[in-house]
């Protein structure tokens, strides 16, 4: 009998309540100016005819219930991911984030950037205003991070020490720059930085678990993987699970809610049933992402 059966009906805070944890942190959650989010939305509507099977958004809902939701969850911090696919977009969205942030105090002060004149300068501005995470997306902003506009950026974020959570693996769907190639140049460049790979690098799940062995900055967060939704699209080599386990420490829980085509709880069931021990989870689901900010840990241990 699966871990899910077993559990059938548990809520992701009796989830972390029956491994002993006082909550969830999820490093990979979505809010965005609703304009954009829409367009987000939208494109999940359409994005069937790219992965062959439909992808209805469990919980399409306004911004105050969705904070509300993961509140219910025993998600004690979370993310604001958002992205531009064009110049001009990135420094706006920065003070979008920055006011959402300042409004809910249990998310994590989100950034991003792009290939622009100017960048430097705004994620300068957004780490010393406080951002404590940045997102980039390489498939929908359609560029190489070893741009030289982004040299100063990443060279400012290592220093930094703040964390960049990147989708750079090919999946839903490939782009001209994702896979391990342009990522592995990056950090050849800049060794210091601290890079989470979305979605644990799917479906490049080997060569991703690869740079996390050589670069000590490099974590993986386990955004969609080991679902349903994505064992049957990018099933994970079962070769790779004794990697997985030792890697642990640098594992960390991301769910992309609310743009997930189950429940919510249903990526912590898919966690368990890797059957990697309960030390493995409680380190994934909450002890990894508190060390990461340890500056919320008054705030995330309430």
């Not at 909550?23 to 939305?41: A, I």
């Not at 359609?142 to 220093?159: H, I, M, Q, R, T």
């Amino acid at each position: 009998m699966s871990a899910e059966t077993a559990q059938e009906g548990e809520t992701p805070r009796e989830f972390a309540a029956r491994l002993g944890i006082p909550g969830l942190v999820d490093v990979h959650t979505h809010f965005m100016p609703q304009n954009v989010l829409d367009k987000v939305w939208a494109y999940f509507d359409a994005v069937g005819p790219l992965t062959g099977t439909e992808w209805p958004i469990t919980y399409r809902e306004e911004e105050d219930r969705r904070v509300a939701l993961l509140r219910e969850f025993g998600v004690l911090a979370f993310t604001s991911m958002l992205y531009p696919h064009k110049a001009g977009m990135a420094e706006w969205l920065n003070s979008w984030a920055a006011g959402f942030a300042a409004r809910t105090p249990d998310c994590l002060h989100t950034a991003t950037l792009y290939p622009e004149p100017g960048a430097t300068g705004y994620v300068r501005r957004a780490v010393e205003s406080g951002a404590r995470v940045f997102k980039v997306h390489l498939q929908v902003g359609d560029f190489d991070p070893n741009k030289e506009a982004l040299d100063d950026s990443w060279g400012l974020l290592a220093d930094a020490r703040v964390p960049v959570v990147i989708h750079c693996g090919s999946g839903p769907a490939p782009g001209k720059f994702t896979g391990p190639g342009p990522v592995g140049r990056l950090l050849a460049r800049h060794p210091r930085l601290r890079l989470v790979v979305a979605h644990m690098g799917m479906p490049e799940y080997a060569d991703f678990l690869d740079l996390a062995e050589r670069y000590d900055g490099v974590l993986l967060d386990t955004t969609m993987a080991y679902t349903d939704f994505s064992e049957r699209l990018a099933p994970f080599p079962a070769a790779e699970l004794p990697r997985l386990g030792a890697l642990g420490e640098r594992i960390l829980l991301g769910s992309d809610f609310p743009n997930i085509p189950y429940p919510y709880v249903h990526q912590l069931h898919a966690l368990e049933r890797l059957g990697l021990g309960d030390d493995w989870l409680r380190r994934v689901l909450y002890e990894n992402g508190a060390a990461l900010f340890p500056d919320l840990s008054q705030g995330i241990h309430r």
